[in-house]
């Protein structure tokens, strides 16, 4: 499929969650928003309400673009940037984001390594990301099978990654996993970063408990309520 062809076949959705528009886009490529991703998108409204304000986000992973558009009509921030390895994912998120005022000059969508591609001592004040958590080995053969595949597998190493470019990024992070993920080794390296980290969510699924894990550097972690 050419790259115009494929922008022709993503419709996008408009749906409310917690009483905030949310724009992302459907195509067969792409993943589709999960319960893992509501269960971000509700510990992002928590911490809206509770007072986060970042004016800076980056989220690695767009996916859909549901995330990237609940953080836009959360704070509106005056720099979003997100990344993803689909290119599909990545059309259907600027797509999704188009509507929102501003969003053209204000937010950067990037087909990219998680955070490869910024500037090496660029950070945000949040960074978040809902990665692969999941460790498969099936084989897929159809484009659209691999890469809807490495939307939940990646593997050990995979997390590890996305964690460290989290809390390289990030002054805050939020990070979705899973009861099957390897927990010691993330919080390990959040601890590597000097990142305070809580769990802020969690839903029991069929075979699994996801979580959304929330880490805060322990300078900035200290001069919040929080650590007082
Ligand atoms: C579980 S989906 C989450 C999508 C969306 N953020 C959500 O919450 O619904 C994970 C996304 O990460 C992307 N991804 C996987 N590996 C990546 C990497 N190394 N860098 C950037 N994105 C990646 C996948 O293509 C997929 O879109």
Redesign the pocket.
């Known amino acids: 499929m050419g790259d115009r062809e494929a922008t022709r076949d993503i419709l996008v959705r408009t749906v409310v969650h917690s009483g905030f528009h949310v724009r992302y886009a459907v195509h067969p490529c792409v ?1 589709e ?2 319960e ?2 509501f269960l ?1 998108a509700d510990s992002l409204v928590k911490a809206c309400k509770n007072g986060l304000k970042p004016s800076s986000v980056i ?6 673009g ?2 990237s558009s609940l953080v836009l009509s959360l704070w509106n921030p005056a720099l979003f940037v997100g ?4 290119w599909y ?1 990545v059309e259907g998120t600027r797509l999704s984001l188009s509507t929102y005022r501003g969003s053209t000059e204000r937010s950067s969508i990037v087909l990219c ?2 955070d490869t591609c910024i500037r090496e001592h660029a950070t945000f004040d949040l960074a978040v990301s ?3 958590y999941l460790l498969v080995n099936d084989e897929f053969a159809g484009e659209c099978d691999k ?1 809807l595949a ?3 597998s ?1 593997g050990d190493k995979c997390l590890i990654e996305f964690c460290a470019s989290l809390c390289r990024r990030g002054r805050v992070i939020f990070m979705v996993l899973s009861s099957l993920s390897p927990l010691d080794e993330v919080f390990e390296c959040m601890k590597q970063f000097d990142c305070q980290a809580n769990i802020v969510e969690r839903r029991k699924l069929f075979f699994e408990e996801i979580l959304v894990v929330m880490g805060e550097h322990v300078l900035d972690y200290k001069n919040s309520s929080r650590g007082n």
């Open positions: 993943y928003p999960e893992d991703t971000l989220e690695f992973g767009v996916g859909s549901y995330i990344t993803d390895i689909n994912a390594n998680r809902n990665p692969p890469l490495r939307s939940w990646g």
